[in-house]
């Protein structure tokens, strides 16, 4: 599966976004999918993810309160919605998929995922 995060930009303190994360070449229903992000000099944290049942689950220190995951099998599309952005939120959004078996599945491990897509940056300015 092909996998494709957009919807980043720049943004002011308090401001929203909304990015996507497309999936082209197979099914994407089955897939557990994740949101990770990088900034500068950081390592790679866990934003949160959705299982392809659709139940979300979030990095409680950054994102949870704020952020919304989602997702539309029919549209083979994840979301993630951004709110009150901070700007320590800045950094480079990835999306990543792995197929899983049961519904309930999820991980805060990238090593957990199979398939990443290019990330998409997201700048807020104080």
């Known amino acids: 599966v092909q996998l494709q995060a957009s919807g980043g930009g720049l943004v002011q303190a308090g401001g929203s976004l909304r990015l996507s994360c497309g999936a082209s070449?197979?099914?994407?229903?089955?897939?557990?999918t994740g949101w990770f992000r990088q900034a500068p000099g950081k390592e790679r944290e866990f934003v949160g993810a959705?299982?392809?049942?659709?139940?979300?689950?979030y990095n409680v220190n950054s994102a949870k309160g704020r952020f919304a995951i989602s997702r539309d099998n029919a549209k083979n599309t994840v979301y993630l919605q951004m709110n009150s952005l901070k700007p320590e939120d800045t950094a480079v959004y990835y999306c990543?998929?792995?197929?899983?078996?049961?519904?309930?599945?999820?991980?805060?491990?990238?090593?957990?995922?199979?398939?990443w897509g290019r990330g998409t940056q997201v700048t807020v300015s104080s």
């Open positions: 990543a998929a792995v197929l899983s078996v049961t519904g309930d599945y999820y991980s805060a491990e990238g090593e957990a995922y199979d398939f």
């Open positions: 959705v299982t392809w049942s659709g139940a979300p689950t």
């Open positions: 070449g197979r099914t994407f229903s089955r897939y557990a």
